[in-house]
């Protein structure tokens, strides 16, 4: 995925491996506390970002763009749910990446999924889920 931060004016983006956590509608990922992205997230905690396959052709183009709240998951009572998918999904992760767990509660998502024809675009809004083109 890439996650878009910005703090008084200055934005930024990082590219990050993530995992799904779907009781919580949570992105959960790994990175260091020192990084640009982490340091800006901690300061404002409204972020946004993208994640989509590379598809061959257009046609079979498929991404979302998201809005939602950061959060560090050290002091949530979800930290082991959270951890355990993300290290099912990147066991190498636990071994080469000296990183804490971190997460986006997602409020807002708007999936182009161009295998349902051309220009077709799904809303999901923490409360509804509707249907553009």
Same mark, same amino acid.
């Given at each position: 995925?890439?996650?878009?931060?910005?703090?008084?004016?200055?934005?930024?983006?990082?590219?990050?491996?993530?995992?799904?956590?779907? =009781?919580?509608?949570?992105?959960?990922? $790994?990175s260091? @506390?020192q990084?640009?992205? +982490?340091? #800006? %997230?901690?300061?404002? /905690?409204?972020?946004a970002?993208?994640?989509?396959?590379?598809?061959?052709?257009?046609?079979?183009?498929?991404?979302?763009?998201?809005?939602g709240?950061?959060?560090?998951?050290?002091?949530?009572?979800?930290?082991? =749910?959270?951890?355990?998918?993300?290290? $099912?999904?990147? @066991?190498?992760?636990?071994? +080469?990446? #000296? %990183?804490?767990?971190? /997460?986006?509660?997602?409020?807002?998502?708007?999936?182009?999924?161009?295998?349902?024809?051309?220009?077709?675009?799904?809303?999901?809004?923490a409360?509804?889920?509707?249907?553009i083109?």
């Open positions: 995925m890439t996650l878009a931060t910005s703090v008084e004016g200055m934005p930024y983006c990082a590219s990050l491996f993530y995992a799904f956590l779907p =009781a919580n509608d949570m992105l959960v990922f $790994k260091a @506390p990084t640009i992205h +982490i340091q #800006q %997230a901690l300061k404002n /905690a409204s972020v970002g993208t994640i989509h396959a590379n598809p061959i052709t257009i046609l079979k183009l498929q991404g979302i763009q998201f809005t709240i950061f959060t560090p998951l050290s002091e949530t009572d979800i930290f082991d =749910a959270a951890s355990q998918v993300y290290m $099912k999904k990147f @066991p190498f992760a636990g071994v +080469i990446l #000296q %990183a804490d767990f971190w /997460a986006i509660k997602l409020h807002h998502i708007k999936m182009t999924d161009n295998r349902l024809g051309f220009g077709k675009k799904l809303i999901w809004d409360s509804k889920v509707t249907e083109g």
